[in-house]
Structure formats: structure tokens, C-alpha cells
């Protein structure tokens, strides 16, 4: 296919912006749009990581998405200390194509350690790469590893490599994915950098199974504003990840739904599918519910 590059540049002047848009690689002008990038982020999710039983099953994977409604399924590829830059590649694979049949769209994410940069950097190509001839929907960036003890390398490194994501892969949607005690887990943490290279926040909203419901209402809420003000954006995207699952009481999964929709998240999802229970979907159902 011809490039804009061997066009004249008289043909530039002249062909109407349309017939410039066919000259584009495909899908280009719709990824490039910010908000088209960010609603990969929205709505429900579910979240399946390379030590969960249900990788090695996407078929299971897919079926419990279309059963509970789900828009989007974070599958993680590897992460730092793995022995492979993608664990289950051929089920991945599989994962993506069922998915994509079902019109549910799937975003890997990648844990990487800021210790290698240039492994940190390959794992992320393939992540985004793994489809294959079937692309990925989006990219999830897991910032949290503390291997790195300076704290200002550490951020000053997680910093530099969002930006280097945005630049090699500008029409990529991508997510940070941060704690949600962020600050007292890295002491320095940026937000600011993250949120100026990504086009959705998604806080790992844990929490304990010892608090009441109003407390986890007011904790999944907190972790939307904190975000938020965090990064001096008081429209931030945030998706809440409420979980861990099998930590939670049925009653306190409900209530960090109703915390995560109070605050105006505009997605929640828990983590993780393997120890989802119906209780956890009936959270799911709650959030998405207009009455809450």
C-alpha cells in the first residue's frame, strides 16, 4: 500500500481530507481518537492472570463473559520474572479470537520490573503483538513492582516508560493499572506522567475482608477520587478493580460496586474470574444496574 510519504506533495494540497483518510493504514483515524481509545476501558471486565487454572481454558474464559455481560476480558501475558515474554501464547491466542467472535474485546496487561528496561520493553511488544493476525484491543500497564529500591529511579523509570508506550504505539489504547495506595506503597508515585500517556486509570481497589459496608463503599469511592486528585484531572477515566474475590464477603463485593458507581467510575471489574462466586457477578450486576 502506498504511504503519505509517495504522494506528491501538490496531491497533498489538493485531495479532499477523506480521500487522505483512505491513504491512512486501516483503522487508524478511529484508534486515534482519545475518547474512541479510553471506551476500550469502559463497562464491565473480567481479569485472568498466568497463575489462574482459566488461562489455560479460554473457551471458559469467553463462556463466563457472554454469560455475565462482560465487555472486556485483562488477560496477563507475563511479567518481569516469568520465564517466557508470553506465558500461553496459543491460548492467549485463542482467548482473542473467541472473544473477538463474540464481540467482547481483550486487553492484555504486562508487570514489568523497571530493573530491565530492555526486557521490560520486549514483553510489551510481544503483549501487544500477541494476537497476531488478530489484533488486541488495548494494552494494560501494571505499575507496581517495588524491585527497584530507589524510589525516585523507580519512578522516574515508570515514568519514562509510559511515555516510551505513547510514543512507539500512539494509537494504542492503553491503561495504567496502580495501586490504590499508591503513594504510601512508592512514597513517589506518578501519577501526573501516567495519566498524560494512557487513556484510562484502573485502581487495584483491595480491600479488607474486616470492614463494613460503609467503609468499602467509601474505600472503592476513595479510590476513584484519589486518582482523580492525584493527577489533577477531576474528569479522569477510572475503572475500579474491586476484588481480591475470595477475600470478600458477598455483602461487601456489593458495596464496593455501589462505591465505585457513586464516585462515576466509568467501568468496575474484580478480580479475579478464578475465584469469582455468584456473589461477585450479582456486584457486577449492581454496578451496572441505573438503580444501584
Request: aromatic residues 8%; charged residues 15%.
Amino acid at each position: 500500500m502506498r504511504t503519505m510519504r509517495s504522494v506528491p506533495r501538490l496531491l497533498l494540497l489538493i485531495l479532499p481530507v477523506t480521500l487522505l483518510i483512505g491513504l491512512l493504514p486501516a483503522g487508524a483515524t478511529a484508534a486515534s481518537n482519545p475518547a474512541s481509545r479510553t471506551a476500550v476501558f469502559a463497562g464491565t471486565g473480567l481479569w485472568v492472570d498466568i497463575y489462574d487454572e482459566t488461562i489455560k481454558d479460554p473457551q471458559f474464559v469467553v463462556d463466563e463473559a457472554v454469560a455475565h455481560g462482560i465487555q472486556t476480558i485483562y488477560v496477563e501475558t507475563s511479567n518481569y520474572h516469568s520465564p517466557a515474554d508470553v506465558m500461553y501464547p496459543d491460548q492467549i491466542r485463542e482467548m482473542i479470537s473467541l472473544a473477538h467472535a463474540n464481540s467482547i474485546k481483550v486487553v492484555p496487561w504486562y508487570l514489568p520490573g523497571y530493573r530491565n528496561i530492555a526486557l521490560d520493553r520486549r514483553r510489551f511488544a510481544a503483549a501487544i503483538n500477541v494476537g497476531g493476525a488478530d489484533p488486541i484491543d488495548g494494552l494494560g500497564v501494571d505499575i507496581e513492582a517495588d524491585i527497584v529500591r530507589n524510589r525516585q529511579l523507580r519512578a522516574n523509570r515508570a515514568a519514562a516508560m509510559v511515555r516510551w508506550l505513547r510514543s512507539t504505539y500512539p494509537d494504542l489504547p492503553m491503561a495504567g493499572i496502580v495501586p490504590r495506595d499508591a503513594l504510601a506503597w512508592w512514597r513517589i508515585f506518578p501519577y501526573a506522567a501516567i495519566r498524560a500517556n494512557t487513556d484510562a486509570m484502573l485502581p487495584m481497589c483491595y480491600t479488607s475482608r474486616y470492614l463494613t459496608p460503609a467503609q468499602t463503599t467509601a474505600m472503592a469511592a476513595a479510590c476513584v477520587t484519589t486518582i482523580r486528585e492525584q493527577t489533577g484531572d477531576p474528569a479522569a477515566p477510572v475503572h475500579v478493580i474491586a476484588g481480591v474475590t475470595d477475600f470478600l464477603k458477598p455483602h461487601l463485593l456489593v458495596a464496593a460496586a455501589r462505591g465505585a458507581k457513586s464516585a462515576g467510575a466509568m467501568g468496575f471489574s474484580l478480580y479475579n474470574l478464578e475465584t469469582t462466586t455468584p456473589a461477585g457477578w450479582r456486584a457486577i450486576d449492581v454496578w451496572r444496574s441505573p438503580t444501584g
